[in-house]
């Protein structure tokens, strides 16, 4: 499917950080059997049928008139024999490919018109151990829902996997596996066996192998769906506006039919068995562009059930973020060895999980990156992690998961299915939030220091520790042995290091208070439900208050301007002010000022582009004044930081090295330098670009942009208490510093090229192609025009799907993108692109100019342009109840200087959109004069082997 996640266990390098705690992330002590485990939410409904199938059902409200429904199996890659490998995945393909009631292809055809999108609604993955189905559906119309249930029913055991249908799948599935090739796919089958600890899921990588996909007997995939598409494997997960006392009957009348296979075949229970002992592995490839190194502490994964398991996993978050923190403060030195360094928790398949430190290094600087990321291991193993760390972390966990409670009643269903979801596959607690926050106040008391520590120890203890390390193959020879890697770290962890020293100010945010302004004027949008505000010093204040969550509160300003104004002189410096942000404000370092906003839920940007300069912002209720104060902060009183500014230099022109060993960074450096019409501003930064930024320029300019506030809007959405806002306005809005320049931005004359250009870029070694074709011109941009361009859009994406994937068999995802600007130029863009065998690039071109030309001919299928309405106005149905939307929307509105009521036409101008309509629209600005194609190639004619 379209944008599916296939889980190849790419955990490999990555360390992400457990800043929230959620059920379902992390695996830690071992649950004792007698003690009480955590109940499941109490809103869920479960239940087991006769013939072994689970159900979990939910009412939810969170978007109204939706339901979400997951099939869960218990089925993945690893139950594959050795002629099946790949199948578990082709078997998800297939389900998609014809049912008992949705023969061959109806079944995308059939929720198409219902408004579910192919791959952004309608999807799947497959992974070692499971494979899911997901279909979000309208929960308003009885037949939709009947026949999301028949969908359902289908997919667990009644696909009708015809030969033909097989054969045709065959190509979409290896067009799938294409698009995944490179650098990290090669290198991955060989640090996979070592991470894996060479158990069958080595061998059993979800994508499977071109022998298999190619030759398979089509009875060979029909035996796997039946040994294991069967009841006792599977559950149903539903969460929705439903009635739960009718969707129970309805899936017990529905599918107590399943049967389990006679004879049942066992469901064999695979692990990774820990070895004991130390591994290393070395990996280099021609396209890889960086030195990465990955420390993995692996032990046993354990099921979070009980409360002493939930106690355990705050704590190891405790020391996962006291970590990262000291980690970020190394990396904003002056010169520091590496571009980016982490740690986290990495889960494994088979029953393990790891704690691991993960390093990207600048170029020659392995040992030194690994040595100063490793040191703050062994400085936390010797002195543990700080009191004033350990109650910081426990003051931002529980500020968070009060923060959840506060919103259970708003909870999207599809985060509540991922939970349930979890639960099922993996037996992990699926509590509801005001549980997990009950729960954490009362285990908090025993995170302490000595508990953390202890738990420190357990988590680094250097048994069963993996380590990798993957490289550019110019540097193999600099590489080290493994004697060599376990000197540096026997060395560090000898040095006479000294306890770690947490710098925390406690002066107030702003070295000078704001002298408020007032408000002087006040009108109201009774349609839109808006209040706007007119300040003292010229700001409008735009005010949506909505109860779509129950505690949040979304920040927008913008003003007009931009580095347009700057000189070219400072363009370079200009372009470069975002890096103010990692300098602090006011009285407060960034290190300062990250520890100062632990225990509140704010956040908080300020972009500077070419035409406006910009920040955005979002929190709490009781933390919208600290927001506020942080915003005050950053426009009146930024900060200068030689250390920080060398530091982000640094790891800017690291970042950069060796991408021209990147076929895909090639080929995007073209598609810029083509459609940006070779203007430096447009233009990825190079090297050069960045030796011309000065941090006093960029200061400069960046005081120079916040100087005025009088030329901003701000925008305000979410449940806010407008008495309560009100004061906050005068004081930190109204209080900024007005120049009353009036300025606009400078027009520096740019568009798209207008013109026909062909270019091919020959890079990488794979048999692969990527296409990138383009339609560019003049646009008069209004509010009809954009919905007949979108219209457009769809209908083509629609036939792009049918003809390139369906019909020729030759992509997997074909992706088609269109839309127009205003505000930075009225023109439009209207791309297609896709990944395909390079022997097809002009057969597929051809097959995609074919299919415009016929929509210029008007041979339009009516079914796809009523897809295209009912779609987008479910859609918006969902969108309307989001605090999100009304931002976006209110912000383009605003910077366009359209109605603010244009939503209020929406369903008239999608019901307005006909087949002539489009048609006119291929026409005009699906002009061959006017099309650019890009294609990536590899360096060799020759297509590459395979290795499988």
């Keep these: 499917m379209q944008n599916k996640i296939i889980t190849y266990c790419t955990a490999a390098l990555s360390t992400a950080l457990l800043a929230i705690p959620a059920f379902g992330q992390q695996h830690p002590a071992s649950p004792d059997d007698k003690a009480p485990l955590i109940p499941l939410d109490p ?62 292809n ?50 667990a055991q009644a696909a009708t996997l015809e030969t033909s249908e097989i054969d045709a799948e065959r190509g979409v599935v290896l067009e799938e596996k294409r698009l995944g090739k490179g650098a990290n796919e090669r290198m991955s089958r060989l640090y996979f066996p070592m991470l894996l600890n060479h158990s069958r899921y080595a061998d059993r990588l979800p994508i499977g192998t071109d022998t298999v996909l190619l030759h398979f007997n089509p009875g060979t995939l029909r035996r796997f769906h039946h040994d294991w598409y069967r009841p ?70 354990e099921i979070l059930r009980t409360p002493a398991d939930y106690t355990s996993y705050l704590g190891q978050t405790v020391i996962i973020r006291a970590l990262r923190e000291r980690l970020i403060e190394i990396g904003q030195r002056d010169n520091p060895p590496f571009i980016s360094a982490g740690v986290g928790n990495t889960d494994f398949p088979g029953g393990i999980e790891a704690f691991s430190l993960s390093v990207t290094t600048r170029p020659g600087q392995l040992q030194q990156g690994i040595v100063t990321a490793y040191r703050e291991i062994q400085r936390a193993r010797r002195f543990g992690i700080t009191a004033t760390e350990v109650e910081r972390a426990k003051k931002f966990l529980l500020n968070t998961l009060e923060s959840a409670a506060h919103e259970q009643n708003k909870i999207a269903s599809d985060q509540l299915v991922k939970q349930y979801l979890a639960n099922f596959l993996k037996e992990q607690a699926a509590p509801d939030a005001a549980y997990e926050y009950r729960l954490a106040q009362q285990v908090m008391g025993e995170i302490d220091v000595t508990a953390i520590n202890k738990e420190m120890q357990r988590l680094t203890e250097p048994v069963n520790r993996d380590v990798l390390i993957m490289a550019p193959e110019k540097e193999k020879d600099s590489l080290p042995t493994q004697q060599e890697f376990e000197r540096w770290l026997k060395q560090t962890s000898r040095e006479n290091l000294s ?30 439900g808006v209040i706007i505000y007119q300040l003292s010093n010229g700001i409008e204040v735009y005010v949506k208050p909505t109860d779509y969550k129950n505690d949040e509160v979304n920040m927008q300003a913008y003003a007009l301007g931009g580095y347009s104004r700057c000189p070219d002189s400072l363009f370079y410096s200009s372009r470069a002010t975002g890096m103010e942000m990692e300098f602090g404000a006011g009285n407060y370092t960034p290190g300062q000022l990250r520890k100062y906003n632990a225990d509140k839920k704010l956040g908080l940007i300020v972009t500077i582009d070419e035409r406006t300069q910009h920040l955005a912002g979002q929190s709490t209720n009781k933390d919208m004044e600290a927001m506020l104060e942080e915003m005050f902060a950053y426009m009146t ?114 568009h798209p090229p207008y013109e026909n250009i062909s270019r091919i870029v020959r890079k990488g070694i794979e048999p692969q192609a990527k296409v990138f074709l383009n339609f560019t011109g003049p646009f008069p941009n209004n509010y009809t025009n954009n919905f007949k361009l979108e219209a457009l859009r769809q209908v083509l994406l629609i036939r792009m799907i049918e003809r390139l994937r369906e019909e020729e068999g030759g992509v ?70 989001s605090n999100s939307y009304w931002q976006t929307y209110l912000q383009a509105r605003l910077q366009n200087n359209e109605n603010l009521d244009e939503v209020l036409q929406y369903r008239a101008a999608i019901n307005a959109v006909t087949l002539q309509d489009i048609q006119e629209m291929a026409i005009k600005y699906l002009d061959e004069k006017r099309f650019i194609k890009i294609i990536l190639l590899p360096e060799n004619k020759a297509p590459a082997k395979s290795n499988n």
Excluded at 110 to 131: C, I, M, P
Excluded at 135 to 149: H, I, Q, R, V
Excluded at 670 to 686: F, K, Q, S, Y
Aim: charged share 25%; hydrophobic share 35%.
């Design 499 to 528: 306890p770690y020293k947490d710098d925390i100010s406690k002066l107030p945010l702003l070295k000078q208070t704001p002298q408020p302004g007032k408000i002087i004027g006040r009108k109201e949008d009774a349609r839109l």
């Design 106 to 155: 109806q079944l995308v055809n059939y929720l198409q018109k219902a408004g579910v999108r192919f791959g952004a609604d309608l999807n799947a993955y497959t992974s070692f151990d499971e494979t899911v189905f997901q279909l979000p559906l309208p929960a308003d119309s009885m037949e939709t829902l009947a026949g999301g249930f028949q969908v359902m029913h289908d997919w």
């Design 812 to 881: 997997y995802t074909p992706q088609v993108l269109a839309g127009a600007g205003k505000l930075y130029g009225e023109y439009y863009n209207a791309q297609i692109s896709f990944g395909c065998a390079p022997e097809n690039v002009d057969k597929l071109v051809a097959a995609t100019l074919d299919e415009i030309d016929k929509i210029k001919k008007g041979q339009i299928d009516s079914v796809n342009l009523e897809k295209f309405k009912v779609t987008a106005l479910r859609s918006q149905e969902v969108n309307e109840q």
């Design 637 to 750: 009183e930024p900060r200068k930081d030689t250390a920080v500014f060398h530091a982000s230099i640094a790891k800017r022109k690291a970042a950069l090295t060796n991408l021209e060993n990147s076929p895909a960074s090639v080929f995007q450096d073209t598609i810029l330098a083509v459609m940006g019409n070779h203007d430096p501003r447009r233009m990825r930064e190079t090297v050069a670009d960045i030796n011309k930024i000065r941090l006093d320029q960029l200061y400069d300019v960046y005081r120079d942009r916040m100087a005025d506030a009088s030329g901003f809007k701000f925008l305000f959405v979410g449940s806010i208490d407008t008495l309560t806002l009100k004061p906050l306005l005068e004081k930190y809005v109204a209080g900024l510093p007005a120049l009353y320049r009036h300025e606009t931005y400078n027009d520096l004359g740019y």
């Design 232 to 301: 006792d494997l599977q559950a149903l997960i539903i969460v929705g506006d439903i009635d739960v006392n009718k969707t129970e009957k309805t899936i017990k009348d529905l599918f107590s039919d399943l049967k389990n296979p006679v004879p049942e075949k066992p469901r064999p229970a695979y692990s990774i068995r820990l070895k004991d002992q130390n591994q290393y592995l070395v990996v280099t490839d021609k396209e890889q562009p960086y030195t990465q190194a990955a420390l993995y502490f692996k032990r046993k994964a």
């Design 43 to 104: 809103a869920v409904r479960t239940g087991k049928l006769a013939n072994g199938f689970t159900y979990y059902i939910r009412h939810n409200e969170e978007p109204q008139h939706r339901v979400v429904m997951y099939l869960a199996n218990k089925v993945g890659s690893i139950l594959e024999e050795d002629d099946q490998r790949g199948l578990a995945h082709f078997m998800e393909h297939m389900n998609f490919n014809g049912t008992t009631h949705f023969p061959k």
